[in-house]
Every structure is written in C-alpha cells, then in structure tokens.
C-alpha cells in the first residue's frame, strides 16, 4: 500500500516538470528583455519605456490565462448521473451485461444523454461509477470523468474541458502575441548585435538567444492555437476529432455542431466584452447539450421545448439561441 502511494506521489511531483520548464523559460524571457534588452541595451527613454508598456500588457495577460488554466479543477458529472441506490446494487449484483444496460437504460430517461458507446450502449464508467453525460470522458490521469473533456494537456499539469477550455485558448492566444512582441521589438537589436553594430557585451547573448527562442515557440504554438480555433468553430473537442461521437443515429463528428457564431459562444459566451479575459464566461452547464439533429428538425426542437415549458413557435425561438436549455430524450 505504501510503495503504490509513494509511486502516485512520485508520478505527480514529475507531472509538475513540463509546467516547471514553462515557467523557467518565461522567468528568463522577462529578464532578457526588461533587463538585458530595456535596462543595458536601449538607449532611447521613449523608446524603453513604450517596449516595456506594450511587453507587460502581452505578459500580464498570458501568465493570467496559463495560470487559470492550471488552476481551474476540472468539472465532473453532477450527483444526477451516479445510479441510486436500488438500481447501483442491481447492477452490481447482476453479472449478465444486458441486463446491466437495462438498468442504465432506464435511469438514463431522466438525463439528458444523447449519445452511445461504439457498440450503441449507454455510456458509464465503472471507476467514478457515473453514467457519462454526453462529451465527458475519463481522464486517467486525473483519475476522475471531466465534463466535455478535450484533453490532458502536460503543459498545464491539468485537464482541458469545460471548466478551462476558454482559459487555454487565450492561453495559446496571448501565448502567441508575446512571442510576436517580442520578435517585433527585439529583431533590430538582434540585427545589429548579429552585424557587429554594437559591442559585445553580455546583453549580446541574452538578446540573440531571446529572438531565436521566441521565433521557435511562436511557430509551434502558433498551429496549436489554429488548430484549437478550428476546434470551436466546429464545436468538437480533440477527441471528438480523432473519434466521432456515437449518437443513437450513428457517428457524426459534426453532431454538436450549431453554427459558428453558437459554436463561439458556447466557449466564449454571448458578451464580447469577457472575449478577452480568463474568466468564465461560456454557456451550458457541461452536460447537456443541444446537437445538430436537435438544431435541423424544428419539430423535434419544439417538442423538447415544450417539455422545458417553452414554445419554439411561440417564441420563435431558433434551437441555436435556446442553446443548453434544451433537454434530450434518452432512447
């Protein structure tokens, strides 16, 4: 019992180095530029003094979504989705897996479950003892279901879902702009220490290895960011990318899909004015979700609507804008 707890201690203090990594590395930027570049290196006050404004907003910004992102617990299945007690000890109790999934059939009606395993089975996991509402899956490193997971990302030392997913898109977002701030403000020094214009001195280092580092890493983060926006204009997570969700009509990978300006706002919400910052400001709750189905059959829409006591035609209502206020019917 003891070398399995010391191990788990272990595995997670390593989980911590790649965040380790991170941070040294942009330690080091900020003393490259502030100091080396700003302090020892430029020679003009104006000029100093706009580089440094300009490098902190970019700073401020990006090591306030990195360190949300880190920060945010990721969000598991409501006490709704565990099995009361009676059906809990029949399906324990019962060895026949048929009769496994009528039990979570049945407790499955009253949760807005939508989609299925590969095999058409209800969705449940046996370690957190959960149905799985629909986007949520087990993250074993974790070792608990995360709601509409997206992935374990070693970088943050956390999982990305629903309760982080914003923060790591303006995390990759101002990721990106810092690197290019700092190419954009450095690149005439680096040319001039590069061209022998100025002296050797031990800025010299520092400087040429700045504009290097940050080029590199605004590449590699640069495809990521476009990847991950590519993600909510589709309204798919990674996994859903890589295997289509399982809906009780088939796999459809564009199942959750609702339009670009839905997609958006379920990450981002509907008030432009929370775009730009680390806080919550998506829409949902993380288990239920409206899917496309829902979205091109209005009768089917109004028939859900009315079960929420709302009227589509009444209200004339779009299911885009009822969003996750619809429910679904488990089969």
């Known amino acids: ?49 706009s580089y440094l404004v300009i490098f902190h907003i970019f700073f401020t910004m990006f090591i306030w979504s990195y360190w949300k992102t880190i920060g945010s ?16 000890e029949l399906y324990e109790r019962e060895e026949r897996a048929e009769t ?21 089975a209800i969705r449940y996991c046996d370690h957190c003892q959960v149905i799985k509402p629909d986007r949520c899956h087990h993250c ?26 914003k923060y790591f898109v303006l995390f990759l977002t101002y990721a990106a702009l ?10 005439q020094y680096f040319l001039k220490f590069w061209t022998k ?8 280092f520092h400087i040429l290895f700045l504009f290097f580092v940050a080029a590199l890493f605004f590449v590699s983060i640069l495809s990521l960011l476009s990847y991950h926006l590519w993600l909510v204009g589709k309204n798919r997570t990674t996994i859903e990318a890589f295997r289509a969700p399982v809906f009780t009509n088939g796999p459809d990978k564009s199942g959750f899909s609702l339009g670009f300006r839905r997609n958006a706002a379920e990450v981002f919400g509907d008030q432009g004015k929370y775009w730009m910052f680390p806080v919550f400001s998506g829409l949902g709750d993380g288990y239920s979700f409206v899917t496309s189905l829902v979205h091109k059959d209005p009768e089917q829409a109004n028939s859900v609507c009315q079960q929420n006591g709302k009227s589509a035609a009444d209200g004339k209502a779009d299911p885009c804008v009822l969003g996750n206020n619809i429910q679904h019917t488990a089969d």
């Open 73 to 88: 617990r990721p969000a598991s299945p409501p006490k709704a989705f565990s099995l009361p007690r009676v059906e809990k």
């Open 1 to 49: 019992m003891a070398p399995s707890h010391a191990l788990r201690c272990c595995k997670r203090a390593l989980n911590w180095i790649p965040v380790l990594f991170i941070n040294l590395v942009v330690g080091w930027s900020y003393y490259a530029y502030v100091v080396e570049l700003c302090v020892y290196t430029i020679p003009n006050n104006a000029e100093r003094i």
């Open 140 to 165: 074993t490193t974790c070792e608990m279901c995360v709601l509409k997971m997206d992935h374990h990302c070693p970088w943050v030392n956390n999982c990305v879902g629903f309760s982080n997913y």
């Open 178 to 187: 810092y690197c290019v701030a700092i190419c954009a403000t450095v690149i």
């Open 100 to 120: 496994q999934q009528e039990v979570l059939k049945k407790v499955a009606r009253s949760l807005p479950v939508y989609t299925r395993t590969a095999g058409g």
């Open 197 to 204: 214009q100025l002296p050797d001195t031990h800025a010299k």
